[in-house]
């Protein structure tokens, strides 16, 4: 299974940026899916994650700006980021976790994209 990321780019304060995952490969079924950031110096963190059910969780400062969506048919996640800061600025990681029909459960990463927000 991979994951391929898209949608990173420059942005001024302000804007907005839409990112997509999409998962490839030989996938029985997927739980969550979400998006992570790693900025400069800082540890990675969990920005907004999605369950297969629909249920939704967002990190305490990108709320009522950002919005996580999944197309399950085409298993892809969708991050839709408004309002954005400086403080945004990191790389963007998604992340799937997959089930097998044995019920194995694989976690898997995409390449990152770089979001650049200028002030």
């Known amino acids: 299974v991979q994951l391929q990321a898209s949608g990173g780019g420059l942005v001024q304060a302000g804007g907005s940026l839409r990112l997509s995952c999409a998962a490839y490969?030989?996938?029985?079924?997927?739980?969550?899916m979400g998006w992570y950031r790693q900025a400069p110096g800082k540890e990675r963190e969990l920005v907004a994650a999605?369950?297969?059910?629909?249920?939704?969780h967002y990190l305490g400062s990108v709320k009522g700006r950002f919005t996580i969506s999944r197309d399950n048919a085409r298993n892809t996640v969708y991050l839709q980021m408004n309002s954005l800061k400086p403080e945004d600025t990191a790389v963007y990681y998604c992340?799937?976790?997959?089930?097998?029909?044995?019920?194995?459960?694989?976690?898997?990463w995409g390449q990152g994209t770089l979001v650049t927000v200028s002030s």
């Open positions: 490969g030989s996938i029985f079924s997927i739980n969550d």
């Open positions: 999605i369950t297969s059910g629909g249920n939704i």
């Open positions: 992340n799937a976790e997959t089930v097998s029909p044995n019920e194995y459960v694989y976690d898997y």
